[in-house]
C-alpha cells in the first residue's frame, strides 16, 4: 500500500501563486509516476500534471502549460505542483496520485490517491 497526503492548497487572488506539496509513505519503490488531477463540483476529474519518479519527465494538460510546474524530491518521497499566474478556472479541489506504470493521463490508471486539498481562486 501507498500513502499519499497532500498539503499546501488555500485562498489566493487571479494572478497569484501556490505551492502543493504530496508526501508518499508505505511501498513507495512501486510507484513509477505520480500525477496531479483536479476536480471542480459537478465535474469530471480532469488531469493536470505528472512526472516520472526516477527519470523526472513531465507531462501537462494544455490548459497549466507555462503556468504550472510539477517536480520531485526522491529523498523526502514527496512531489510538488507550482502553480502560477492562477485564474479564476482553476479552482478545484487537487489530488496527487500514484501509478505502478505507466506514464498516463488518465485517472483510471491510478493506484493511489491523495484526500485531496482545496485551491480557490478569487477574481
Known amino acids: 500500500q501507498v500513502q499519499l497526503v497532500e498539503s499546501g492548497g488555500g485562498l489566493v487572488q487571479a494572478g497569484g501563486s501556490l505551492r502543493l506539496s504530496c508526501a508518499a509513505s508505505?511501498?513507495?519503490?512501486?510507484?513509477?509516476?505520480m500525477g496531479w488531477f483536479r476536480q471542480a463540483p459537478e465535474k469530471e476529474r480532469e488531469f493536470v500534471a505528472l512526472?516520472?519518479?526516477?527519470?523526472?519527465?513531465?507531462h501537462y494538460a494544455d490548459s497549466v502549460k507555462g503556468r504550472f510546474t510539477t517536480s520531485r524530491d526522491n529523498a523526502k518521497n514527496t512531489v510538488y505542483l507550482q502553480m502560477n499566474s492562477l485564474k479564476p478556472e482553476d479552482t478545484a479541489v487537487y489530488y496527487c496520485?500514484?501509478?505502478?506504470?505507466?506514464?498516463?493521463?488518465?485517472?483510471?490508471?491510478?493506484?493511489?490517491w491523495g484526500q485531496g486539498t482545496q485551491v480557490t481562486v478569487s477574481s
Open positions: 496520485a500514484a501509478d505502478r506504470g505507466g506514464p498516463s493521463v488518465s485517472s483510471n490508471a491510478y493506484d493511489y
Open positions: 508505505g511501498r513507495t519503490a512501486s510507484i513509477y509516476s
Open positions: 512526472i516520472t519518479w526516477f527519470g523526472g519527465s513531465t
